[in-house]
């Protein structure tokens, strides 16, 4: 060391040796500037590789000369020009393979080593061809020993510089590795000139090919001029180029902050810029974000799946979604997406994050409402069966039973006419309240229709445990209930299914159920009825023949009988009332009584009734004479279809006289909407048609029906007649209602005449008209033969029984 610093305070210029340590300075800061841009370029750039091996083979070349024009040998000094050229050759070239043989195997530690080896060995040839050019007036001796020194001091360096060399991002960076590439060049050469040692000869002076210390250093001063504008444009490269990479982080920056999304970078695991909205997602200040790694910010769980993802190409990576862990502890559904970028001049990995919490809210929100009733929040019948199966299967295997209840509001339809649907709503919201109040939580209640309910109760329980809860939610219902003011009050009826004794699967017990609410609400309503077997068949039964009837119109399997009316005074027909049959082909005639509840159960009455007024009023045009004709309306027709629209199409359609048509309802239309009713009849008393109410006496209010409307006579029910000449307070009802018919001007019919006792002591009441199988039984066709009038008149010529009430 000693030696080599004698020989650069002693033996050198040291004015020219500042000079070249500085154009050596600067053209390594040329190179380095090259360095980054080909390192930051995703694709081999040759143009920038040539550029940096030229400028740092020019950088050897010029420092090296110059530093021999600073050598002061003590002799004079020439150079051959073929191996000065040679030298500068050499080292280009060899700058140019270390170069390559850095870019491509970094961040290998071997190829780094090959490669500063290789530029060591570049600047070792240089020197030394440059040295081997001289031709001085002496000899000039090597000592190996310091030549190896140098070689090895070049090549640490040189390794040393590239190693470092693997990231230019600051200019920091770049400047440390300038000063290590330049040590390695201004190494070697002093160290390999401290091993020169100079002995005096003659110089020759005619050898053309010797360059002379006056040309040298004109050819020096050429090529460290280039270098040194090569230097500063370097400089001015950087300078612009920091400024670039500034305005572009600056900018990305502001662009991400707009984004709605995550945005973060990271590189090696840790993250390098993140945006406003990860600071708001992750709950912490930016500078706690960068520097921590990846990994870190998510859930444990998600680890292996991140590790995964990082061993894939972004261009085959799919969004996936993920969980985040916020600087409170809680994790935050996000969906990632990302792609490999170029980040500070080095390949870097983009990731977007986007916020899931909303989304998977509204998914949750999705199937909460896709299992649920939007009214009452219970489940929905699809909820019920998810649930009802897994129930069954654990009671096979504990030995446990489950039971269903099968419920249903009783009066809620009118609760719903009377003060409309806002208040049914209402009402069916606190009746689920109150039931639930009586389950425990792990039983189902689940709304299956408009005021359809089924409960599942699991675990074991006795069949009089189960009718005990099943009391209770009826008695809950039964409580008045509060709606807008209103005092509502309703009833409920509910049929029990067992499992296993009543079937083995949902669609069976629920069946069953179904099955036993159904006989429940056909007796009467208001109770709780177990399944039996029995009612299975009945009610197939019943199904049965809602099926068949439902298409026995179409197949004219509906007949009309017709009764006569006859005048209670001489006994001559007035009136025939029309009688529906329905003649089965496998069962005959089916009673009115039988299918007449099933049409109204089925919604199959309005068509059934239209085709009675229709037919009744074609039969009737086609009579001998213009006898009246009766229909009857049931209390569901007259509600659920347009009875008026109905007989005024049939009145036109067969040109019948509105006033041969009568028609007869009974006193419970008025129940439900006592208003609307008083319209319909209103409505047909305008068609000219008469109305009659039919069993009068045996509703709860049928005085308060004749003052609300006035109808043209009223039909006492057969009930009291068949107990006429039995009680004495029989007789005492029916002269009532005959004296109050006509005090209010209306005629009076009595029904179920069977006896000519009961006709002795109706005549002596004084009504209009008489009907019953003591005149005629209802059949296909008229009884007006003068036979039948003959035997009517004669009825009516027997002595009076005098009768006392």
């Known amino acids: 060391m000693i030696r080599v610093l004698t020989c650069v305070a002693q033996q050198h210029d040291l004015r020219l040796v500042a000079l070249s340590a500085l154009i050596c300075a600067l053209g390594c800061f040329a190179t380095v500037a090259l360095m980054a841009r080909v390192d930051r370029a995703s694709s081999a750039t040759s143009r920038a590789l040539i550029s940096a091996a030229v400028i740092f083979g020019g950088s050897?070349?010029?420092?090296?000369?110059?530093?021999?024009?600073?050598?002061?040998?003590?002799?004079?000094?020439?150079?051959?020009?073929?191996?000065?050229?040679?030298s500068m050759?050499?080292?280009?070239?060899?700058?140019?393979?270390?170069?390559?043989?850095?870019?491509?195997?970094?961040?290998?530690?071997?190829?780094?080593v090959l490669a500063g080896t290789v530029l060591a060995l570049a600047i070792t040839g240089m020197h030394y061809i440059g040295v081997g050019a001289m031709r001085a007036s002496s000899f000039i001796f090597f000592d190996?020993?310091?030549?190896?020194?140098?070689?090895?001091?070049?090549?640490?360096?040189?390794?040393?510089?590239?190693?470092?060399?693997?990231?230019?991002?600051?200019?920091g960076r770049k400047i440390e590795v300038t000063g290590w590439l330049a040590l390695a060049i201004c190494g070697l050469h002093f160290t390999g000139m401290a091993a020169v040692t100079v002995a005096p000869i003659a110089l020759p002076t005619d050898e053309s090919y010797v360059l002379r210390s006056t040309s040298l250093a004109l050819a020096v001063g050429v090529v460290s001029l280039v270098v040194l504008i090569a230097g500063l444009v370097a400089m001015t490269l950087q300078q612009h180029l920091s400024q670039r990479a500034l305005l572009e982080l600056d900018r990305m920056r502001l662009l991400s902050n707009l984004a709605h999304e995550v945005l973060f970078i990271h590189r090696d695991g840790r993250v390098l810029e993140v945006n406003q909205a990860g600071t708001r997602l992750f709950a912490m200040p930016v500078d706690q974000i960068i520097g921590k790694p990846v990994l870190d910010l998510f859930a444990q769980a998600d680890a292996p799946a991140l590790l995964r993802r990082t061993r894939c190409r972004s261009e085959d990576l799919r969004p996936e979604e993920f969980a985040i862990r916020t600087a409170v502890g809680t994790c935050v559904p996000v969906e990632l997406s990302c792609r490999t970028i170029e980040f500070g001049g080095k390949p870097a990995t983009a990731v977007a994050l986007r916020d899931l919490t909303d989304r998977k809210r509204d998914e949750a929100r999705i199937r909460h409402l896709a299992l649920h009733d939007a009214l009452t929040d219970l489940p929905n019948r699809y909820l019920l069966e998810q649930r009802f199966g897994p129930a069954l299967?654990?009671?096979?295997?504990?030995?446990?039973?489950?039971?269903?209840?099968?419920?249903?509001?009783?009066?809620f339809k009118a609760i719903n006419d009377l003060y409309g649907h806002a208040a049914g709503d209402a009402l069916l919201v606190q009746a689920a309240k109150r039931m639930l109040t009586e389950l425990r939580p792990t039983d189902t209640l689940a709304r299956v229709g408009g005021d359809e309910f089924v409960v599942v109760l699991t675990g074991a329980r006795a069949p009089q445990q189960v009718a005990e809860i099943a009391g209770r939610l009826i008695a809950g219902l039964r409580r008045p209930f509060r709606i807008d003011d209103h005092r509502v009050e309703i009833g409920a009826s509910a049929g029990i299914a067992l499992y296993p004794a009543d079937g083995s699967t949902a669609e069976t017990l629920l069946r069953a159920a179904d099955t036993a609410l159904y006989r429940v609400k056909d007796e009467g309503r208001g109770a709780v009825r177990f399944f039996e077997a029995s009612m299975d068949a009945q009610l197939q039964a019943v199904r049965q023949l809602e099926h068949e009837l439902g298409g026995a119109i179409a197949r004219d399997e509906l007949r009309l009988f017709y009764q006569p009316i006859v005048n209670a005074r001489t006994g001559e027909i007035e009136t025939f009332e029309a009688l529906i049959r329905w003649q089965h082909p496998q069962r005959g005639f089916v009673s009115p009584n039988e299918f007449i509840p099933v049409a109204e159960q089925a919604n199959l009455i309005g068509q059934i009734g239209e085709w009675v007024i229709d037919t009744a009023c074609a039969a009737a045009t086609a009579w001998p004479q213009p006898w009246r004709v009766s229909v009857n309306v049931s209390p569901t027709q007259f509600r659920q279809s347009d009875v008026p629209a109905a007989v005024a199409a049939a009145l036109a359609r067969h040109n019948l006289d509105p006033a041969r048509l009568v028609v007869e309802i009974t006193e419970s239309v008025f129940i439900q909407d006592a208003a609307k009713a008083v319209k319909v009849l209103t409505d047909l008393r305008g068609l000219g048609v008469r109305l009659a109410l039919d069993d009068f006496g045996t509703g709860y209010s049928s005085l308060s029906y004749l003052q609300q409307f006035r109808f043209d006579k009223i039909k006492v029910d057969q009930s009291f007649v068949r107990r006429l000449g039995q009680h004495a307070d029989t007789l005492a009802i029916v002269r009532a209602i005959v004296n109050l018919g006509h005090n209010l001007g209306l005629q009076v019919t009595v029904e179920?005449?069977?006896?000519?006792?009961?006709?002795?002591?109706?005549?002596?009441?004084?009504?209009?008209?008489?009907?019953?199988?003591?005149?005629?039984r209802p059949g296909p066709t008229l009884a007006v033969s003068e036979m039948d009038q003959a035997r009517l008149r004669a009825l009516f010529t027997l002595p009076l029984m005098r009768v006392s009430a």
């Open 752 to 776: 179920g005449v069977e006896t000519v006792e009961q006709l002795s002591i109706l005549r002596e009441l004084h009504c209009e008209q008489m009907q019953g199988y003591l005149f005629a």
């Open 144 to 171: 190996p020993s310091y030549v190896v020194a140098s070689i090895l001091i070049s090549s640490m360096l040189s390794v040393l510089a590239l190693a470092r060399a693997r990231s230019l991002g600051g200019l």
């Open 60 to 86: 050897i070349w010029s420092l090296h000369f110059v530093a021999m024009l600073a050598f002061l040998p003590g002799a004079h000094i020439a150079y051959d020009l073929n191996l000065t050229v040679a």
């Open 89 to 112: 050759v050499v080292a280009t070239i060899g700058t140019l393979a270390a170069l390559i043989l850095w870019r491509r195997s970094s961040p290998s530690l071997l190829g780094i």
């Open 393 to 411: 299967d654990a009671a096979a295997i504990d030995g446990n039973s489950v039971a269903v209840i099968c419920l249903d509001l009783d009066r």
